[in-house]
């Protein structure tokens, strides 16, 4: 989490080097990405508050990245009749 972070921070520095434009032509620095971890787990209220802090920041949610994975040997490996192997 923490690589993505820094990597939030640092396409957010480039939006002073490049800052949005508003109608009446005045320029802003823009928030351009943020990285909410969540616990797929997680119960509705903290679902919800991770869903705050992303509209907080843009006003809308155009993409939502799941990224959620398995590490370890958290699995049984188990032997088909034909050989395969089954987790």
């Known amino acids: ?9 640092e396409i957010n520095q480039l939006a002073t080097v ?3 434009v508003t109608s009446d032509g005045t320029k ?23 869903i705050e802090m992303a509209w907080a920041a843009f006003g809308r949610i ?6 959620a994975g ?3 040997f958290s699995f049984e490996m188990k ?3 034909r050989g395969e192997e089954k987790i």
């Open 1 to 9: 989490m923490d690589r993505l972070k820094s990597l939030c921070v």
């Open 18 to 20: 490049y800052p949005e």
């Open 70 to 72: 398995v590490t370890g």
């Open 79 to 81: 032997r088909g009749e």
């Open 28 to 50: 802003t620095k823009a928030i351009r990405v943020v990285a909410i971890e969540l616990d797929v787990t997680a119960t509705g209220s903290i679902i919800g508050a991770s």
């Open 62 to 67: 155009d993409a939502l990245i799941n990224n």
